[in-house]
């Protein structure tokens, strides 16, 4: 099993807990082989940060996915990004020109590379993690939703 992690860039505190507990459980599932994550600010760096520390083996694969290039990511994400055990850098810039298409191309990327989808959501409709689980569901993804409080 390969599972797109997808989540909001601002999350509560008071959520924390709940994402640490869905992805200690991921952790301890036997048939998954790999994680693709994001690599922005909020639930991405915190599942990785939290996966880099914890996971027990050299399994899952933890795959980080970045619209353009590590180098185009904030600074304070550049150093746990290149800790994972991939990084992908799709070369896609990023411009508000056209809509900020680099991170829907990202996201893309990784649910079409993926089994399941895990998101982390907090009902906000017009976010990019809402637009992510439909695009897995259209692709008759398994979309697991773990609701989290909108700030």
Known sequence: MIIAITGHRTILESDLAVIDERVHALLDQE?????????????DLHVLNYMLRWRQRDTPKITVVVPNTVGHQ???TQPMIHMADAVVELNVPIT?????????????YMVDRS???LAFFNGDERSGTSSTMHYARRCSKAVEVVGLRKP
């Open 96 to 108: 508000p020109r056209d809509g900020f298409q680099a991170y829907h191309v990202r996201n893309r």
């Open 74 to 76: 904030p600074l304070s």
């Open 31 to 43: 048939d998954l082989s790999e994680v693709l994550i994001g690599g922005a600010l909020g639930v």
């Open 115 to 117: 089994t399941n989808v």
